[in-house]
């Protein structure tokens, strides 16, 4: 290549550097020897428009799954938020056998009652005042008719109603829940 070749020491009048380019002359981005517009190829003006969004949308991404995995920090205090859907402590008691009000001792039900608690340490107070859970909840069943106890909306009544109770018991938790595992009526 003619461009190429040896130079003699003291010919300084010969081209030395990149075709098309005078001797000592600087190019766009002021080093010696660049010439043409700067940015070539992969790094045009619009390719490095189109890596600078990819950037962004990458960025952005990240961010955001970072953000679903962590707390939310508000105010330098981390936002703990509850998940509805993770199920507590479950205790579960003996099954109740009780009169049913007004039925003159001829209809009894038989119930097995599981609660779910919202801590662990609620569970181990349960534990511990077991004979005073076990009366409130005979009192709330004694207290019910055969109406009451036979119709669905009963039944949910009889949860909510069950649930008020137990958490006037419980100091440390709460009940979020209350399932019946075995519902007899004779």
């Known amino acids: 290549m003619p461009g190429n070749r040896p130079v003699p020491p003291g010919d300084r009048g010969v081209y030395q550097g990149v075709q098309g380019m005078r001797p000592g002359a600087r190019g766009p981005g002021g080093a010696p020897g660049s010439s043409g ?3 070539t190829g992969a790094f045009s003006g619009r390719n490095l428009a189109f890596i600078a969004i990819f950037l962004l949308v990458l960025a952005a991404g990240v961010y955001y799954g ?3 995995r962590h707390p939310v920090m508000l105010n330098g205090v981390v ?3 509850e998940n509805q859907n993770v199920q507590g402590p479950i205790e579960s008691f003996d099954p109740f056998i ?3 009000a007004r039925t003159d001792a001829e209809r009894y039900l038989k119930v097995s009652i599981s609660i779910e608690l919202t801590t ?3 569970a181990r ?4 005042k077991l004979v005073r859970v076990r ?3 005979i009192n709330v069943l004694t207290s019910k008719t055969l109406p009451e106890l036979d119709s669905q909306k009963g039944k949910e009544e009889l949860r909510r109603e069950l649930i008020q109770v137990l958490n006037n018991v419980i100091d440390t938790g709460k009940v979020r829940n209350v399932f019946f595992t075995d519902f007899v009526i004779q």
């Open 37 to 39: 517009s700067g940015l």
């Open 66 to 68: 970072i953000s679903k």
């Open 79 to 81: 936002k703990q938020v």
């Open 98 to 100: 009780v009169n049913i």
């Open 120 to 122: 662990p340490s609620a």
């Open 125 to 128: 107070e349960v534990k511990t």
């Open 135 to 137: 009366d409130v909840i």
